[in-house]
């Protein structure tokens, strides 16, 4: 793909730009955006095939719709980077998702085109639906338009906001951005003409005009409505979204402008809640993201003339991919496991596991709810199912979890993918309240192993547990430890004690003991050895080792907890609450994730930054304890 010159896109400062523009150079626009999008994403990294599916949509929908003024409401968000670079924030792409660059999600405190931030999925309906309320209720003449892609409407939550919408009768456009089918030339041209016929005034005049002739005799009033249903029925498949109350058009190809812009500009005049169904196209004019949309989803930096090479060095064993080989193992040994996974294969590494165990293999949609209450289902007819979720999407559970898992004391396994900071995702994404939320339910145990290796004996000793049990896990890999073939259980709710004070005791200032929890065991031994200090692999979060907690108490002069979680209500909680417990007074601090959304950027300078990696948790220790600095060999000229 041979980069092109962008003289059009560069007159683009804002949407009002678009509108000034003919519809030959919107088509011109659109291909110098998408040329754009693949030269950036391939020196940034970032979400690309979503991206360039929604290259026409966003030009049609900014060239039709007042925005600002009217609102666009983006579900998800991974599909917006056009809408960026429309919206004034073209020169700025060379950040995104760097530490302190834009965002990959729309952000309301980045621009006033982001009307509301996402990153989640299916929650556009729903405040697109508050914002049409809103400007009702406030006399202001304004639109709000949800664009929300396929897979987000497989979640209950679009469907409750539906079901709202059609009885409110707000003004809103709900656009399904349908990007898992093709259309083929003559379904599309009968599709378009279609559109513009069920969008336009006089059928809507006709169709209303009808119905209240035909209401005054019921009988011919609904064999009308049942015919029109079912003649829409046979050539398009809105009878569904009829019935909450929309007025359907579509399905139609969204890369095409001369039908997406005549279709919203009858749409936008209409009154009520009106759907619009466009076919799109993943990675849509990058062939090889095309080919592969999937691995094209979201890439590192890459040549886009090569587009994706493997790697000439192989990587690190990801943890992801240890919990994908244990699962698959763990499969092998025992046939009542069965994965589960709120369409997240991929990301949550069951690709191998679905090809080689497809029966007991279930990706139930973006429905974590349903996730976790059909786990607890099968969990009663005796099977084992464990649960990969990322540990940001359990959080949409939160009810399911403890309802009908956790009061149930049912042997559900969570692996929990993404523990931690993510990076580039920022704080959306982020596993930043795992322990905290998790460690407070009744009856749920919470392991936080600390290398690859610990990764697959906790997540077999949290299968062989008859209970629910939860195993966190950062996104990435680790520090390289070699990963046995073997499963061991670990002995349930203990901790281990991984490095020993050298120096004898009343020397050296005080003795500190440094608890870990999770990976950052090996930062917290790096400052170890700077501090000559305890360092313990506490490995459980609940149960928590208490009796290792009262002997280090016992044996130390200061204790300190650690872990990739926020401070509020962790694992240094747990420490804090089990050494009241037991009477015991010592001084602690607690490190961890501070009570603020932590931004995007790289993982490695976001810990750094909140003194979390092995140097900042040194210096936290050395300031909060007094203990003295470790002295500097200073060499002469003459040498030593």
């Avoid at 998408?34 to 929908?61: K, M, P, Y």
């Avoid at 313990?536 to 044996?555: H, Q, W, Y």
């Avoid at 694992?571 to 601090?589: C, D, F, K, M, T």
Wanted: hydrophobic residues 45%; glycine residues 10%.
């Amino acid at each position: 793909m041979t980069p092109m010159k962008h003289a059009l896109l560069e007159k683009i400062a804002s949407p009002a730009d678009l509108r000034r523009l003919s519809r030959a150079e919107l088509k011109q626009l659109a291909v110098e955006l998408r040329d754009f999008i693949v030269q950036s994403v391939a020196q940034t990294g970032g979400h690309l095939s979503s991206n360039l599916g929604t290259v026409e949509l966003t030009i049609a929908l900014h060239t039709v719709f007042n925005t600002p003024h009217d609102r666009l409401v983006w579900d998800v968000g991974h599909q917006t980077y056009p809408h960026k670079v429309l919206t004034g924030r073209r020169t700025r792409m060379p950040t995104l998702r760097q530490l302190g660059g834009i965002s990959g999600f729309p952000r309301r405190e980045e621009s006033e085109y982001d009307t509301f931030g996402t990153a989640h999925s299916s929650t556009s309906i729903s405040a697109a639906l508050g914002m049409a309320v809103g400007a009702r209720q406030k006399g202001e003449p304004r639109k709000a338009v949800a664009i929300i892609g396929d897979g987000a409407m497989t979640a209950g939550m679009a469907f409750e906001a539906l079901n709202n919408a059609g009885v409110s009768q707000a003004d809103m456009l709900v656009v399904l951005n349908d990007n898992d089918m093709s259309i083929s030339p003559p379904v599309g041209a009968l599709n378009r003409h279609l559109a513009r016929l069920m969008s336009g005034k006089f059928y809507a005049a006709a169709r209303d005009t009808a119905k209240t002739v035909l209401k005054n005799a019921p009988p011919l009033f609904e064999l009308a409505r049942r015919l029109e249903e079912h003649a829409k029925g046979m050539v398009v498949p809105g009878t569904i979204f009829e019935e909450f109350g929309f007025n359907y058009v579509g399905p139609i190809d969204g890369h095409d402008l001369d039908s997406l812009i005549p279709t919203l500009e009858n749409l936008r005049a209409m009154r009520g809640p009106q759907f619009l169904h466009v076919v799109t196209k993943k990675g849509y004019g990058y062939k090889l993201a095309e080919a592969d949309p999937v691995l094209y989803h979201g890439p590192g930096k890459f040549n886009p003339a090569e587009g994706l090479v493997a790697p000439k060095t192989p990587p690190k064993v990801t943890f992801t991919q240890v919990f994908g080989e244990w699962l698959c193992d763990m499969a092998a040994k025992d046939e009542r496991l069965v994965g589960i996974t709120p369409a997240m294969r991929e990301g949550s590494g069951l690709v191998e596991f679905e090809r080689r165990f497809p029966r007991r293999y279930h990706d139930v949609g973006i429905a974590e709810q349903h996730a976790v209450t059909f786990a607890a289902g099968l969990a009663c007819e005796g099977l084992k199912p464990v649960v990969a979720i990322y540990s940001t999407f359990l959080q949409r559970a939160y009810d399911q979890l403890i309802h009908d898992v956790a009061i149930q004391n049912l042997p559900v396994v969570f692996a929990l993918d993404r523990g931690g900071l993510v990076g580039a995702d920022g704080p959306t994404h982020a596993g930043a309240y795992d322990l905290a939320f998790l460690r407070c339910i009744p009856n749920v145990a919470v392991l936080a192993p600390a290398d690859e290796n610990e990764t697959r004996q906790a997540l077999y000793t949290a299968f062989m547990h008859d209970g629910p049990a939860a195993v966190r896990y950062p996104r990435g890999s680790g520090v390289g430890v070699a990963v046995s073939a073997e499963m061991t259980a670990i002995p349930f709710g203990t901790g281990e004690r991984r490095r020993e004070i050298a120096r004898p005791a009343g020397q050296g200032g005080p003795r500190i003991a440094i608890l870990a929890f999770g990976t950052l065991l090996y930062p917290a031994l790096a400052a170890a050895d700077k501090l000559d200090a305890t360092v313990a692999n506490m490995r459980f979060v609940k149960p928590l080792d208490t009796a290792l907690v009262a002997e280090l108490a016992r044996t130390h002069d200061a204790l300190v907890t650690i872990e990739e979680g926020c401070v509020m209500g962790g694992a240094g909680s747990a420490v804090l609450e089990a050494l009241a417990a037991a009477g015991i007074e010592i001084p602690v601090l607690t490190l961890g994730i501070p009570d603020v959304f932590v931004e995007h950027g790289d993982p490695a300078r976001l810990l750094a930054q909140i003194g979390l990696d092995a140097a900042g948790i040194e210096q936290s220790i050395r300031r909060r304890f007094g203990v003295p600095a470790a002295p500097v060999l200073v060499r002469s000229a003459a040498g030593p």
